[in-house]
C-alpha cells in the first residue's frame, strides 16, 4: 500500500508542524526567561487596576448621570 498526500494533506501537515514549531519555541523562551513570571505577576496586577479603574468610572458616571437625585451636603 501506498502512502499518497494531495494538496489539502500537505497543507494540514504543514500546518501541524508549524503549530509544533512555534508551541516549541514558545516553550523552550520561557524556560530560559527567568522574569517571565514575574512579567505574568505584573500583568496580573495591571489587569487588577484597570478593573478597580473601570469600577470607579461606572460609579462616578451614575453619580453625574443622576443628581437631582443625590443629596447635597449642608
Known amino acids: 500500500m501506498r502512502f499518497m498526500l494531495d494538496t489539502?494533506?500537505?497543507v494540514v501537515l504543514g500546518g501541524l508542524v508549524a503549530l509544533?514549531?512555534?508551541?516549541?519555541?514558545r516553550w523552550s523562551r520561557r524556560r530560559r526567561e527567568p522574569g517571565a513570571r514575574?512579567?505574568?505577576a505584573s500583568a496580573?496586577?495591571?489587569?487588577a487596576a484597570i478593573d478597580r479603574l473601570e469600577k470607579r468610572v461606572e460609579a462616578l458616571e451614575i453619580l453625574l448621570s443622576e443628581?437631582?437625585?443625590?443629596?447635597?451636603r449642608p
Open 8 to 10: 489539502t494533506g500537505f
Open 20 to 25: 509544533l514549531l512555534v508551541a516549541a519555541a
Open 38 to 40: 514575574d512579567d505574568e
Open 44 to 47: 496580573e496586577e495591571i489587569r
Open 67 to 72: 443628581p437631582g437625585e443625590r443629596k447635597e
